[in-house]
């Protein structure tokens, strides 16, 4: 059974950083895109970024230059480096596997159970 779950959410304030990491377990996902999204209250599962087979890495625009996403084949892992956090960057943020498309949510066949990340002012 595949498992993906997510951890090093919390509560911080703005400017502070967090890591999130994912690992995945019940198959091998090197082969697999790798990405990160997120959802906040009343909105739509937003793409945050994602990490390919050969390890290019994608990035929304509200995110590049603050967040850094990698990955770990060996241990079957991503995580995803944010600094410079914001308010609007609240949000319970999903790890997910999957190929195709990188931002697009339906090319993901496999999601985590998310991890709230809360920035405070």
């Known amino acids: 059974q595949v498992q993906l779950v997510e951890s090093g959410g919390g509560l911080v304030q703005a400017g502070d950083s967090l890591r999130l990491s994912c690992a995945a377990s019940?198959?091998?996902?090197?082969?697999?895109?790798m990405g990160w999204f997120r959802q906040a209250p009343g909105k739509e599962r937003e793409f945050v970024a994602a990490i390919s087979t050969n390890y290019a890495a994608y990035y929304a625009g509200s995110v590049k230059g603050r967040f850094t996403i990698s990955r770990d084949k060996a241990k079957n892992a991503v995580y995803l480096q944010m600094n410079s956090l914001k308010n609007e960057d609240t949000a319970v943020y999903y790890c997910?596997?999957?190929?195709?498309?990188?931002?697009?949510?339906?090319?993901?066949?496999?999601w985590g159970q998310g991890t709230q990340v809360t920035v405070s002012s």
């Open positions: 019940g198959r091998t996902f090197s082969r697999y895109t």
């Open positions: 997910a596997v999957g190929g195709g498309s990188y931002n697009q949510k339906s090319s993901y066949d496999y």
